[in-house]
């Protein structure tokens, strides 16, 4: 079940979160904004690329989970900026996403069938496991704003429960 509360955090499902380390400074509000919309978009575009090219119903339906959920997220989170008046700031651990996504999606073009299955789920669940743990050691302390940091609470929640969604795939694909 989503909320407004999970806008900013939904975003953060497709890429290694190895871009996330790179941010050595505290990230700003609007910093942590461009980051979660990013994310979201990215992880929209791997979810299409999964529900196109897998046969599997399970993998299918959890990108499925993952487009709907994203895309009612992104809106949200768009609709958070407006009402706080913060422009998101692109910066580094934006731009490292958005090019580790872009590498990943090149990686599963070439792969088919449950080659591409697997390799799509275990990032799913790798990238979940990394995302909750920068949540809650980088981006939540790091939030100054009330209204995002509850955001970024309550996505860390909905985030453990994807993170076993895609490890009860993975389970379903071995």
Do not use: W
Not at 39 to 66: C, H, P, R, W, Y
């Amino acid at each position: 079940m989503l909320t407004r509360y999970t806008a900013a955090l939904a975003a953060l499902l497709l890429v290694s979160a190895a871009p996330f380390a790179q941010a050595a400074d505290k990230p700003t509000d609007p910093q942590i904004a461009h980051i979660a919309y990013t994310a979201g978009v990215l992880d929209i575009e791997a979810a299409k690329q999964a529900i196109k090219t897998s046969k599997n119903k399970e993998v299918v339906a959890f990108a499925k989970d993952m487009e709907r959920d994203h895309e009612a997220v992104n809106k949200q989170a768009l609709d958070l900026v407006k009402k706080l008046k913060v422009k998101p700031e692109d910066n580094a651990t934006s731009q490292a996403l958005s090019k580790a996504a872009e590498a990943e999606r090149a990686k599963l073009a070439k792969l088919t069938g449950a080659e591409f299955d697997k390799a799509y789920i275990e990032n799913e669940v790798a990238y979940h496991k990394q995302v909750n743990g920068a949540l809650e050691t980088l981006l939540i302390p790091s939030a100054s704003n009330a209204e995002l940091k509850s955001l970024l609470e309550t996505g860390l929640k909905i985030f453990q429960g994807h993170e076993q969604h895609a490890e009860h795939v993975a389970g379903m694909l071995k």
